[in-house]
């Protein structure tokens, strides 16, 4: 505090009415409890109390005008950036010289100039004494919301969809052989043979009705094993002695070596439970992993029994007599038996594994397609003559049912015989069986637009919309549609315009339905919509909307002009994307000349935001500008295209010697908690505030928009038109749609979301539930799941989604981590990687980003994964530091630690391991730490939210107004 030259001012107080922004209440006089009444009385959400000269200075959201004679304080008037308690005069102002933000207060006929400091600040909750309550959970009196519906997969076709007789029940022992599963306790019922008996006592399966399971054979079959070994590993003497002196015969050593795999067999199939201990084993905690890919133990055994043995040629016989009775019923003509006893072929050829399949094919259980199981994994081993023979007479067979008419046998037969789903599906198609070709499509995942083609056939088309929302397929079922059905292509191309409009994607749904002469309209009218959301998409629409609608040419100019005349950084990629726009649309169409009057005012407002730094465009961008005006004036007028400017150094990122770091007091936060903050462009943000609602707010914290619904955690569109807002509402989120565009929100559902990401396409947003993942459709009443990967082996950690990539951490049973990635639009599975340093005993962190790139924080240490398919990182060497968290930022990373006095932030280069930057958070509130679209954003309960540019290195603090 300093006090004043001149100790008496003339005036002393305010009189009349006055715009006050201050007030100021007194202790000595009013007391410290009426003061305290008094401040809370006219506290109001954005206020701040600040201790000035024992008393109590109120700092008023927005400047209001109040009658000084009745305020409950003493006003304060801010006249140049300074709160005053008087008016002073010009020489007064001089004489005082106080600096901006300063506080002058008149007291007792004495001028005082303070500093309003941040140190100042009062925490007002300290007052409110709320020791007689009690906090009591709550629960919904409602029953709980029904689990997310799920878009179900059709139903196989069925043998009676085939008109095919019931099968003899020897079929399907054949063909659960041939796959590999076990076989049907109901198929082929009989008595155990000397084989089954012989492999139940090996194994120790015998057990007595109504008593406990005894296994008294162990130690029988652990005496005999070890004997056997003995015998097989004979030098090849005529005798040998045993431990006890005794004398048995040796066996040769060329029937040692043929026996010896046998013996590795057998010991395998005594497992786990044939260990000579009587003693019962401790049922396992959790379920033991499933077993590797590859030929199991019988597989390997037959395999042995028919190279090494006399049984090969024996069981050859059998197959051979099998064979020739399936021809002599295919040459016969008796189709019908011959259909139940046919041998699925591959596509491609026969496999290793079926030439040594020792099963004996007999009647399939069911003559009809399966719509989960390709038959390229069950080929019958017989040589390439009895294949290409097989593959001969299923041809023959197939064209004389379709000459008889019988559509649906012959579909079989290819499908599941000569396994060409793609032509069973045309022959279903041209024969009128247009469902029954839709299921086989879908079942045999063919690809997603021949699926959502036969499902518009079908009349099916709410179905068919649901494939291709889920698999991104719509062009391609349009293509393959407007082919051979224009109508339908119509239809579909419409629906898919709707639906890209519907979530947001005003641009690609121009473009969907711009082909189609009578649907113009429509598209001028999402164009005007799209133009109006702002923002980068804003400005790419507008550009659009100048060359495609003429009659509107005027009104946009005007507001491209606006755009384009502005200087300010939040507005610099905006006028970047219309300048690419509008050429791209010029260059489409040569006679767009109502898009080149725009280009030249596009081009220097460009040239200007390259010259300042505001965005890093390429010399071969202007250029190209430049070239589409088609402006001679203006190319001669050009200068050089000098290389883009090289940003200077920024302060907060010193290239040499220690970072600087930035200190952030308790006392510097805001009015509201903030629980989530997702930047948008041009400089805005949405920011969650909990049950007080979300707000979008510019880039200085004034509020654009108050969306009155409950946010704790915000989920936004890519488009930036819309967003969802959660609340917990105990093991349930209750969600909100945002409509940012024109200021609105609704609430949506209760639903769980044990995990989720946190962008969406405007259509399906990805969260977990348990062990399973989903795509949940949002543009619906209700929520409902399109696409859904069930038990995906452990609890869904995190989930993280970018425009063409979806990636999702689990916990597995056994305390592993494994990451999952997904291709996006079409749901492809393309890796999956367990985290290396085995069971994780306390996961401490964990940081996601849409390409895989994962780390995980353990008591052991770090944990890094790297991108999936992208460009590979890796983690550099940390400083030394209490860890407790780490951040992935693409080649950024934030390293957090607890101090003494707060949270710490360091921002690091990965590819360098340099620190660039410090920020200390004082205070207990944990801060939360994200790296969104080149930025670096810390935000806490506290109120405090800074934002950090990776590329200028700027620094600031967004105090919400």
Known sequence: MSTARTPRPRAHVHRGSVEGVALWFDPSLLGEAEARRRVLAAWTPGAG????????????????????????????????????????????RERLAPTEGAVVLVRAGRVEVHPLEASRRVDMSAWLDVSGWDVVPVEGLGAPPPPVATLVPVAAPTRASFGLGAPAPEAEVMRARMEGRPVPASAAPRKPGLLD?????????????????????????????????????????????????????????????????????????????????????????????????????????????????????LLGRRKAEYVRRLFDMLDGGNLDEALRYAIPLSKGGMTEQARVSLGLPGPRERLDIQPRQGGGGRVFGGGEAVYNALRERYRAAFEKLKREGRIEEAAFVLAELLNEEEEAV?????????????????????????????????????????????????????????????????VLRLLWGEVLAQSGDYARAVEAVWPLEDARQLARAWLERGSEAGGVSGARMLARRAVAVPEHFEMVKARALALLDADDAEGAPARLAFAGALTQEVERDKNAEPGRVLLGPAVRAVLRDRAAGFVPSTNRDIERFVLATGDPVLRADLPPVSPSPRLPEPGGFPSEGRPVAHVFDAGEGGPWPIYDVL????????????????????????????????????????????????????????????DLTRRRAEPWCDTRADAFASMYDGSLWFLAVDDAVMAVDVLTAEPRALWRVPQVGGQVLALAMGPTELSFATLTPEAEIERWSYTLPDLTLRARQMVSGGKVEALWHLSLRMDGDLTVLAPD?????????????????????????????????????????????????????????????????????????????????????????????????????
Request: aromatic share 6%; glycine share 10%.
């Open 426 to 490: 045309s022959f279903l198609e041209r024969h009128g069986r247009l469902r029954l070709a839709a299921e086989l499509a879908e079942g045999r995942k063919l690809a997603p637009g021949l699926v959502v083609r036969q499902w518009v056939l079908a009349k099916d088309v709410a179905r068919a919309v649901d494939i291709a929302r889920s698999r991104g397929a719509f062009a391609d079922a349009v293509l393959r549609l407007e082919r051979t059905h224009p109508s339908e292509a119509r």
């Open 197 to 313: 008996r012989l492999r139940s006592w090996w194994r120790g399966e015998t057990q007595r009705p109504g008593a406990a399971t005894v296994d008294s054979a162990a130690p029988a079959r652990a005496s005999l094993l070890s004997r056997l070994g003995a015998w097989l590993r004979g030098s090849g003497g005529k005798t040998s002695a045993n431990a006890s002196g005794t004398r048995s015969l040796a066996m040769p050593s060329f029937l040692g070596r043929m026996l010896a795999p046998l013996l590795s067999v057998l010991a395998s199939l005594r497992g786990p439970g044939s260990a000579t201990s009587s003693a019962p084993a401790k049922a396992p905690s959790a379920p033991p992993p499933p077993p590797p890919s590859g030929p199991g133990l019988l597989s390997r055994l037959a395999e042995w029994l028919a190279t090494s043995t006399p049984l090969g040629p």
């Open 861 to 961: 240490g770090v944990r890094w994964v790297g991108p999936y398919g992208g460009r590979l990182v890796p983690l550099p060497a940390l400083p030394e530091m209490a860890l407790a968290g780490l951040v992935l930022g693409g080649e950024w990373m934030a390293a957090l630690e607890h101090t003494p006095v707060g949270v710490g932030v360091r921002l690091m280069e990965r590819m360098r391991g340099r620190v660039r930057a410090q920020f200390l958070f004082e205070g207990e509130h944990p801060v939360s730490v994200r790296f969104p679209n080149g930025e670096l954003l810390f935000f806490d309960t506290a109120g405090r939210l800074v934002r950090v540019d990776l590329t200028r290195g700027e620094v600031w603090r967004v105090v919400l107004h």
């Open 679 to 738: 930047p948008l462009s041009g400089g805005r943000m949405l920011v969650a505030l909990g049950e007080a609602g979300a707000r979008l707010v510019t880039r200085d914290g004034r509020c654009v928009a108050h969306f009155d619904v409950p946010a704790f955690s915000l989920v936004l569109s890519v488009h930036e038109d819309r967003a969802l807002a959660l609340a917990p509402r105990g093991t349930l989120k209750r969600l909100s749609r945002l």
């Open 49 to 92: 109390v600040y201790a000035l000269a024992g008393g109590f200075l109120l700092r008023l959201p927005a400047p209001r005008w109040m009658d000084c004679a009745s305020a409950p304080g003493l006003p304060f008037t801010l006249e140049g950036g300074v709160l005053l308690s008087a008016p002073l005069t010009t020489s007064e």
